[in-house]
């Protein structure tokens, strides 16, 4: 249901100069969808640099625009459009701070596993409002209560649909993009590291095992991307940077399709359709046929980097280069 961005495993980095420009905040351009470009990042980024203004840190912001978009799904509950349109600035508004506390973590130097986990828990509890709030507003209407099933089948495939769209987009930003930010921790680092955390740091160990229990379906998802980072764990040579941008890059707007901005707009139209709960149809049909779209062409592409390994990789470059 959420986006989360991976943090690395450690609770924060050391100090580095602060961020001058909006850009410096993107995590990569090229994963960067249209409206984020041209309308979430830059207000982002005035945020950001406002909430570093009054000290706040990148989780207060994330529980701030939580609680906005909880707000809103309460708004969508009313049938009507006036309340609605209410709803939907609300989670606009929310979005918004869904952005800048990331953009405040990259321009503060704040980023950490903890941040990160109560981001993405703020993004499913707005997400579980908008649910809830639909499927009793059908009820209240005259519906039948196995809307539930439906709620919680659209639910279902949201998160996995969010957990592959977020290791394809760490895949590209670690082998493609070669941002330093770019992080690929396994699920056997990160038991590792929950493992190695005392009960005394409670916050963090329970932070890593959220963090683990996100992990662990994504490698299951996508298995032959860990296999990749495995294969490179040792760093990324130019011939793979090469061959997965060329190769992944056109797909990265069929996964922003699987981000919030997509879902988004159809939950927009529904509401000004009065039928909001079409919502959960579009999240089991349209969104999980693009889900399967995705697994099947980047497992193909990733077994073909797998099948030509680090020295079939070099000649493949070489020829390129002759």
């Given amino acids: 249901m959420a986006e989360v961005e991976s943090p690395g495993l450690t609770s924060g980095e050391s100090a580095k100069p602060a961020l001058s420009t909006v850009e410096e905040t993107y995590k990569a351009r090229d994963v960067e969808g249209w409206l984020d470009l041209h309308f979430y990042r830059p207000i982002g980024f005035r945020l950001a640099r406002f909430f570093a203004f009054l000290r706040l840190t990148p989780s207060t912001v994330s529980l701030l625009g939580g609680g906005i978009g909880i707000a809103a799904g309460h708004f969508y509950y009313y049938p009507d459009l006036r309340l609605n349109l209410i709803g939907m600035a609300l989670q606009v508004a929310g979005n ?23 981001d993405g828990f703020a993004d499913y509890l707005v997400f579980l409002s908008i649910y809830v709030h639909i499927a009793l507003r059908y009820i209240a209407e005259g519906g039948s209560h196995a809307i539930w099933l439906l709620a919680i089948a659209a639910g279902i495939s949201h998160a996995v649909q969010s957990m592959v769209a977020d290791f394809y987009r760490d895949g590209y930003l670690y082998f493609a993009a070669r941002k330093p930010r770019g992080k690929m921790d396994s699920a056997h680092e990160a038991r590792g590291a929950y493992e190695g955390i005392s009960w005394r740091e409670t916050s963090k160990k329970l932070a890593m095992r959220a963090y683990l229990n996100y992990v662990q379906p994504q490698e299951a998802l996508v298995p032959k991307l860990r296999q990749l980072h495995k294969s490179f764990h040792g760093g990324v040579p130019e011939w793979l940077t090469r061959e997965y941008r060329q190769s992944c890059r056109p797909l990265l707007k069929w996964g922003r399709l699987l981000a919030t901005n997509s879902r988004m707009f159809l939950l927009f139209m529904f509401l000004l359709l009065a039928r909001p709960h079409w919502f959960f149809w579009s999240e089991i049909t349209l969104f999980n046929f693009v889900l399967i779209f995705l697994l099947l062409r980047h497992e193909g592409i990733y077994g073909r980097l797998l099948s030509m390994g680090p020295q079939n990789g070099a000649a493949t470059l070489r020829r390129g280069m002759s």
């Avoid at 953009?103 to 986990?117: E, F, I, K, M, Y």
Wanted: aromatic share 4%; charged share 15%.
């Fill in 96 to 118: 918004a701070f869904d952005n800048a506390d990331g953009q405040l973590a990259r321009l503060t130097n704040q980023a950490s596993l903890v941040g990160a986990v109560v």
